[in-house]
């Protein structure tokens, strides 16, 4: 492909070229570039040589939309389980794109501290409510896979096709390796040989969810996800489970086996997961972010809680009147009220 001569070079002008709304810019500094996949260069304004960005803006949603990432995702593209087993969900092409086609910007509130989260970019930003649909978009696993490349421009984050895109294909983007390896999406060259030692052995595969295993009988196992068979039931209380660890782990719950010591307080659990969670008290670590507005949570389960208030879901219900409120624990004092339990003993 020849390139135009640097006296014809198009001058910028969005009438003209059909540039981006978005890439009205000033001229670009080190920190402000454009990449051109095709011609693997980073060009001014637009690439000389295979011509100007066409731009799919995102769909509006009204102010404050809890759901703004699913919102704002354009006609042409639809969230469902991501192709890459495990990775959760992803963006697909519906009809297919044309390369040089470009959507953003990345969405999000800008962050200031230094927490690694797999919907941030390394600038600070953060994907939130606040964000729109690019938080789906996944990373390829290989350089053939990608199909985006992120580019900076300005302050903003977007993504642009590096080559034509099928129809049912997934958006796949590099996020460059130090990145990747700090989300665990690159292992460490040693974990690297390791698993490629185990690579060729994974051969059972689960149909539902494409999870790879190295042997039937984990294979086995890991179904029960799907079935929902619980053949392990604790003969005290009638809890029941897909796996004899997680039974053995529940038996401590009547053996009083606390195995889990803080060393802090002494504190003793019988799970290494409550330790852990004790051990924020001591901490203060509330790695739980809610990404509408920011709180921040020691547990999981406050956070889902908290999620609630923003999505208006209340899965706890009572039977007898229209209450009904995000926390079991509040259906159970609710409760009292048709029972005639006192409320304080
Ligand atoms: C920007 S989000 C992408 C959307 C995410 N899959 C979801 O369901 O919300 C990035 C996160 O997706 C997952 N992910 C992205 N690419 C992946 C890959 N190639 N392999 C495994 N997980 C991946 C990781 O959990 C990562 O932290």
Same mark, same amino acid.
């Given at each position: 492909?020849?390139?135009?001569?640097?006296?014809?070079?198009?001058?910028?002008?969005?009438?003209?070229?059909?540039?981006?709304?978005?890439?009205?810019?000033?001229?670009?500094?080190?920190?402000?570039?454009?990449?051109?996949?095709?011609?693997?260069?980073?060009?001014?304004?637009?690439?000389?040589?295979?011509?100007?960005?066409?731009?799919?803006?995102?769909?509006?949603?009204?102010?404050?939309?809890?759901?703004?990432?699913?919102?704002?995702?354009?006609?042409?593209?639809?969230?469902?389980?991501?192709?890459?087993?495990?990775?959760?969900?992803?963006?697909?092409?519906?009809?297919?794109?044309?390369?040089?086609?470009?959507?953003?910007?990345?969405?999000?509130?800008?962050?200031?501290?230094?927490?690694?989260?797999?919907?941030?970019?390394?600038?600070?930003?953060?994907?939130?409510?606040?964000?729109?649909?690019? !938080?789906?978009?996944?990373?390829?696993?290989?350089?053939?896979?990608?199909?985006?490349?992120?580019?900076?421009?300005?302050?903003?984050?977007?993504?642009?096709?590096?080559?034509?895109?099928?129809?049912?294909?997934?958006?796949?983007?590099?996020?460059?390796?130090?990145?990747?390896?700090?989300?665990?999406?690159? !292992?460490?060259?040693?974990?690297?040989?390791?698993?490629?030692?185990?690579?060729?052995?994974?051969?059972?595969?689960?149909?539902?969810?494409?999870?790879?295993? $190295?042997?039937?009988?984990?294979?086995?196992?890991?179904? !029960?996800?799907?079935?929902?068979?619980?053949?392990?039931?604790?003969?005290?209380?009638?809890?029941?489970?897909?796996?004899?660890?997680?039974?053995?782990?529940?038996?401590?719950?009547?053996?009083?086996?606390?195995?889990?010591?803080?060393?802090?307080?002494?504190?003793?659990?019988?799970?290494?997961?409550?330790?852990?969670?004790?051990? !924020?008290?001591?901490?203060?670590?509330?790695?739980?972010?809610?990404?509408?507005?920011?709180?921040?949570?020691?547990?999981?389960?406050?956070?889902?809680?908290?999620?609630?208030?923003?999505?208006?879901?209340?899965?706890? $219900?009572?039977?007898?009147?229209?209450?009904?409120?995000?926390?079991?624990?509040?259906?159970?004092?609710?409760?009292?009220?048709?029972?005639?339990?006192?409320?304080?003993?």
């Amino acid at each position: 492909m020849t390139s135009t001569p640097e006296k014809d070079k198009p001058e910028y002008s969005p009438k003209e070229s059909n540039l981006a709304s978005c890439m009205n810019m000033e001229p670009l500094d080190n920190n402000h570039f454009l990449y051109c996949g095709e011609c693997n260069k980073e060009p001014e304004v637009h690439c000389p040589a295979h011509g100007p960005y066409n731009y799919i803006q995102d769909k509006e949603v009204p102010e404050g939309d809890p759901l703004k990432a699913e919102h704002t995702l354009p006609d042409c593209l639809e969230i469902k389980t991501s192709k890459i087993a495990g990775a959760g969900l992803g963006v697909f092409s519906k009809e297919g794109l044309q390369s040089k086609i470009m959507f953003g910007p990345y969405g999000g509130a800008i962050i200031t501290d230094n927490h690694k989260s797999g919907y941030c970019w390394k600038d600070g930003k953060e994907a939130t409510a606040t964000s729109n649909w690019m !938080r789906y978009v996944n990373c390829a696993m290989k350089e053939a896979d990608t199909n985006l490349v992120a580019l900076q421009n300005k302050e903003g984050i977007y993504y642009c096709t590096l080559k034509p895109v099928s129809p049912g294909e997934e958006l796949l983007v590099w996020y460059g390796v130090e990145f990747s390896r700090e989300l665990v999406l690159i !292992r460490d060259k040693n974990s690297q040989k390791h698993t490629k030692i185990h690579k060729g052995k994974r051969q059972y595969k689960c149909e539902v969810c494409g999870l790879l295993c $190295k042997h039937s009988s984990i294979l086995k196992i890991h179904m !029960r996800i799907h079935s929902g068979e619980r053949p392990y039931m604790c003969d005290k209380c009638g809890f029941a489970c897909n796996k004899s660890s997680t039974l053995k782990t529940h038996m401590r719950t009547h053996s009083g086996e606390r195995l889990f010591k803080c060393e802090v307080c002494g504190h003793a659990c019988n799970k290494s997961g409550n330790l852990k969670n004790h051990m !924020r008290m001591h901490t203060g670590e509330r790695p739980y972010i809610c990404e509408v507005c920011g709180k921040t949570y020691k547990l999981r389960d406050n956070l889902k809680t908290h999620i609630m208030k923003h999505t208006g879901e209340r899965p706890y $219900k009572c039977e007898i009147c229209d209450y009904s409120c995000t926390r079991s624990c509040d259906l159970k004092t609710h409760m009292k009220k048709h029972t005639g339990e006192r409320l304080h003993k």
